[in-house]
């Protein structure tokens, strides 16, 4: 069975550093897009970014870019988001997902946590 | 961004019969391949989001058949034939076919 599982989250001051992570198991990860897609707390669901199978492409969406890197480690199975310079609104649940394509995310993890506060 | 709008924000249901939620998106989801690249996604409370429909109406495996999805370019809808207890929860709307992908505001369904 698919199983997809964050880590990684916590609290963390305005300005500060966080890097998520995401292991993989049950399916061929290298063999498929990977997403990061974050809930704020009691409102919807917000695409952060994501990367094709062999981490050549990546896409942000313009409110992380520059200061969020998304990478994977096929070796390991493992998606992660290298998170920089982090600000109030980027408090959130962060799900990393699976993707088939064309967004379509069909596989999510339970989530992790990332509050940003002084 | 292509904005996905909702309607209603909240459904109140009663058991055994059918709901229905509408999806409309500021640009056409239309592939020049043909398809039209529209899921739905349930949340449950406390869970993560569920894939229910992708590609407008394919059904994910697992997912009972009372639930449907229909549509053309901009407009969309996710019926339940009959509501049961299990299917309360916020229902989203996503589309994939421009970049970013863009989620609706979703739909709270309750049970009454």
């Known amino acids: 069975e698919v199983q997809l599982v964050e880590s990684g989250g916590g609290l963390v001051q305005p300005g500060g550093t966080l890097r998520l992570s995401c292991a993989a198991s049950g399916f061929t990860f290298r063999s498929y897009w990977m997403s990061w897609v974050r809930q704020a707390p009691g409102t919807g669901l917000e695409w952060v970014a994501n990367?094709?199978?062999?981490?050549?492409?990546?896409y942000s969406v313009p409110s992380v870019r520059g200061r969020f890197t998304i990478s994977r480690d096929n070796a390991k199975d493992s998606l992660y988001l290298q998170m920089n310079s982090l600000r109030a609104e980027d408090t959130a649940v962060y799900f990393c997902?699976?993707?088939?394509?064309?967004?379509?995310?069909?596989?999510w993890g339970r989530g992790t946590l990332v509050t940003v506060s002084s | 961004d292509v904005v996905m709008t909702q309607s209603p924000l909240s459904l109140p249901v009663t058991l055994g019969q059918p709901a229905s939620i509408s999806c409309r998106s500021s640009q056409s989801l239309v592939h020049s391949n043909g398809n039209i690249y529209l899921a739905w996604f349930q949340q449950r409370p406390g869970q993560s989001p569920r894939r229910l429909i992708y590609k407008l109406s394919d059904r994910d495996s697992g997912v009972p058949d009372r639930f449907s999805g229909s549509g053309s370019g901009t407009d969309f809808t996710l019926k339940i034939s009959r509501v049961e207890a299990e299917d309360a929860g916020i229902y989203y709307c996503?589309?994939?076919?421009?970049?970013?992908?863009?989620f609706g505001q979703g739909t709270k369904v309750e049970i009454k």
């Open positions: 996503m589309q994939g076919i421009h970049w970013p992908p863009t």
């Open positions: 997902a699976r993707d088939p394509g064309f967004g379509a995310v069909d596989w």
């Open positions: 990367i094709n199978p062999d981490g050549s492409e990546k």
